[in-house]
């Protein structure tokens, strides 16, 4: 795989991300962010200094191993960490307004209406007692008070027949249960949707589905999300999906984000020793008769606090000063940057 630096970038410096100014002010912003779990067995420190933006009307993709992040990254924005968790630095701006800092009743008020979130299993996430058109109508009911319950099930079932349900006066008034895989992500697509959020995040939308559904959902996501000029955070670890949905994506390992721009770049050209593996991994990339690549080692423990690189004990690249130093982000092309000392001087 060819690599090459843009010529217009002599030397890399650490990305001040607080001193970025862009004309267009991202959607989403997140700096610093470090969550830590506090365990009998010891502090896990599950993020450690996640910096990421979400521009307005883009999708961006967020991948990497299970336990990276990508899931308590989502859910710290939505402050949704329960103890023994908790969100012990950064800052997470939406639209304009610190989230962090805002009072739990005021940060109601925009989760479920201004920022939804799919989980990654519907059936765990419906309630199994209620019929799925009165779900869809309560988070109309909860956000919008003046709407009468009447008014409320009839954009419901609008909303269900938005999402591609069949007959949805009729599918409404059914249980969760009685419900297919993909008939019931529609409904959560459904009641994430309904009251036009800014910004939906995406947990895995598509893991629990065949392949014919999951292209469904996809192509359903990405129709919805343009008719409403929304944003997305898309969390996989299906780099397929990523390819075929994101604008930019981000990789995660270990609690942090170690290379980020857009998705053609990272995945044709990939700068972090990390992605560059994470990529050999997929059966497409293997010669016939090669094995399939893995990466050596295993993945750091988190109840060990961040003092170096946390990739460098499986890095065929690592140097004594990577088992020293944390790497910053170093920008190695346009809107494409990577944590790791090998950019440090532009290489």
């Known amino acids: 795989m060819t690599e090459t630096v843009p010529s ?19 959607l989403l912003t997140i700096r610093d962010l470090r969550v830590h779990f506090y365990t009998l067995r010891g502090t896990v420190y599950a993020l450690e200094g996640v910096n990421l933006d979400v521009q307005k009307e883009e999708t961006m993709g967020i991948v990497g191993e299970t336990g990276c992040g990508k899931s308590i990254t989502a859910r710290a924005v939505l402050r949704l960490i329960d103890p023994p968790g908790k969100i012990v630095s950064g800052t997470v701006e939406f639209d304009g307004q610190e989230l962090l800092n805002l009072h739990p009743k005021e940060m109601r008020r925009i989760r479920g209406k201004r920022i939804s979130m799919i989980m990654q299993e519907p059936r765990m996430s419906l309630n199994p007692v209620i019929r799925v058109g009165n779900q869809v109508a309560e988070t109309l009911l909860i956000h919008e008070s003046d709407l009468s319950p009447s008014a409320a099930r009839k954009k419901a079932e609008e909303m269900l027949q938005s999402v591609g349900i069949p007959d949805a006066g009729k599918m409404s008034k059914r249980y969760p249960h009685e419900l297919s895989g993909g008939m019931a992500q529609r409904v959560m697509i459904a009641m994430m949707l309904v009251t036009r959020p800014k910004l939906l995040i995406a947990d895995e939308p598509t893991s629990a589905l065949d392949v014919t559904i999951q292209a469904q959902i996809i192509d359903l996501m990405n129709d ?30 270990a609690g942090s984000v170690v290379e980020q721009g857009r998705v053609e770049d990272v995945l044709h050209n990939p700068r972090h020793p990390y992605t560059k593996g994470l990529l050999r991994t997929l059966p497409d990339n293997a010669s016939e008769n090669e094995d399939l690549y893995s990466i050596k080692g295993n993945v750091p423990s988190l109840f060990m606090p961040q003092q170096q690189c946390r990739f460098a004990p499986r890095c065929e690249f690592s140097q004594e000063r990577c088992f020293q130093e944390i790497p910053g982000s170093y920008q190695v092309g346009n809107n494409h940057s990577a944590a790791c000392f090998l950019h440090e001087n532009g290489i």
């Open 8 to 26: 217009l970038i002599p030397k890399s410096e650490p990305i001040d991300y607080s001193s970025t100014n862009n004309e267009s002010q991202p």
């Open 224 to 253: 919805l999300v343009h008719e409403l000029q929304s944003s997305v955070m898309m969390i996989s670890h299906d780099l397929g999906v990523v390819a075929e949905t994101c604008d930019r994506v981000a990789v995660m390992y």
